[in-house]
């Protein structure tokens, strides 16, 4: 087989670049190692910035995100008993969040493929990355069944998230990795109740951090800070529901509807970069190139940008004869990439309960808080970091 662009990965970040690079009339195959099915199944992300959704739009998605979607003007930060609301509307200017969940973008990325007669194979197994910095074409190749099958190309993306091969092939003396990891994780549960809360609650608690948030108005997502070592088999729904009640305010935790879980999942919390995000004809993005701890709820945004450049970067190539774009595409993305980073990392470390942390610590953070609350300027920087920094 033969493409322009062959993309490793059909997640958000793949399905995204393949849909928008087939609009201008680029040549695209998404390669994805699961099944569909298995793809839509994965709960992940629920808040996207106003910048993901315009790239929804563009690529022609946007009809039932902005049907089904919430535009979310704040959210609170839970302490001490009480709720403070960040107003993301008064202090970004008037920018907003989406609530809209990753399983239903991901599920109008594939009608948006399916409609084009795109090329997206699934099940893929043993995917390579051959050429990738010769001076002879790069291709990729893959295994189904007995069958080893070739696609020539111009360029790889490597949009395979964390756990993907593509980062795996940049050499080690030239591959820079940055990573942090935190001495807890998410215990995630999806339940078809109304959620608690219209809009999305942080929660910082003695016993841990909690965060209440939402898929629709039937559809709630709730999650608590575990330490690493527990298993979800540790966590029946009742233990879940009862530990949730601990970490909010009485008001809320009163008004909490509880029901069976449909879903339920623990996420280590992880930070991590890798530089650069080219080498030679292969571009990593997303996930496959950088992790957040999702209590910014920056993954996937931090994934839109990198699409975004590397969407203009490839139009400008192969339709303007100009390759600016990709030649800077590595230190573009990244310098979003890191304050995205930032932006996570100081979240998370204000919100939750350190194993390790000694009393100087602790009021420190209640400092960090206290001062966010009483400072229009602290609060601007929330706010413009949430709802998505500029492309
Ligand atoms: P994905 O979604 O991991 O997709 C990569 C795809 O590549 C496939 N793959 C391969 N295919 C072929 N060959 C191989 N060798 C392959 N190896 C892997 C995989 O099967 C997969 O389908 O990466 P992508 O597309 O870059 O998307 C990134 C997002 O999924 C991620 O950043 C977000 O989910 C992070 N995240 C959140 N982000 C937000 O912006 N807002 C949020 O509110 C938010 N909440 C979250 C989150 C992530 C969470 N978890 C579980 C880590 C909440 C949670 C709990
Ligand atoms: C979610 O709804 O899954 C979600 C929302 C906000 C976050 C992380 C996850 O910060």
Request: glycine share 8%; net charge negative.
């Amino acid at each position: 087989m033969k493409t322009q662009v062959c993309i490793i990965g059909g997640g958000p970040s793949g399905l995204m670049l393949s849909q928008l690079l087939d609009l201008k009339g680029i040549d695209t195959i998404v390669l994805e190692r699961q099944s569909r099915e298995y793809v839509l199944g994965r709960i992940r992300a629920g808040v996207l910035e106003h910048g993901f959704a315009d790239l929804m739009r563009e690529a022609q998605c946007g009809a039932r995100m902005d049907m089904e979607g919430e535009i979310h003007e704040g959210f609170f930060i839970a302490h001490d008993g009480e709720m403070t609301r960040v107003d993301l509307h008064k202090h970004s200017g008037g920018n907003s969040v989406m609530v809209y969940g990753q399983t239903e973008l991901t599920r109008d990325l594939y009608e948006a493929r399916d409609k084009m007669n795109s090329k997206v194979i699934h099940n893929v197994e043993d995917v390579k990355l051959h050429n990738v910095k010769s001076d002879e074409s790069p291709y990729v190749s893959y295994r189904a069944g007995d069958e080893i099958i070739r696609i020539d190309c111009d360029y790889i993306i490597g949009a395979d998230g964390f756990h993907g091969v593509s980062r795996k092939t940049i050499p080690g003396d030239v591959l820079r990795e940055y990573e942090k990891v935190y001495p807890f994780g998410w215990l995630g549960v999806l339940s078809r109740t109304k959620p608690v809360s219209p809009e999305l609650i942080y929660a910082k608690h003695e016993r841990g951090f909690a965060l209440c948030s939402l898929r629709s108005q039937v559809l709630s997502r709730y999650y608590i800070q575990v330490p690493l070592t527990d298993t979800v088999e540790d966590w029946s729904d009742e233990d879940f529901w009862a530990e949730l009640k601990r970490r909010l305010p009485d008001e809320v935790a009163e008004r909490l509807e509880t029901g069976p879980s449909i879903e339920k999942s623990i996420a280590p919390l992880r930070s991590f970069v890798a530089e650069p995000m080219r080498y030679g004809n292969l571009f990593l993005a997303g996930d496959a190139a950088h992790i957040v701890p999702p209590t910014g709820a920056r993954g996937l945004n931090s994934a839109a940008s990198d699409i975004y450049y590397l969407y203009h970067a490839m139009v400008d190539h192969y339709l303007n004869n100009d390759d600016q774009g990709l030649d800077v595409y590595s230190q573009k993305a990244l310098a979003r990439v890191w304050k995205a980073q930032r932006f996570s990392w100081w979240m998370t470390n204000m919100l939750h309960r350190y194993p390790d942390s000694i009393d100087y610590d602790q009021r420190l953070q209640q400092i960090e808080m206290e001062y966010l609350f009483s400072s229009d300027a602290a609060m601007a920087s929330l706010a413009e970091n949430y709802t998505g920094l500029p492309f």
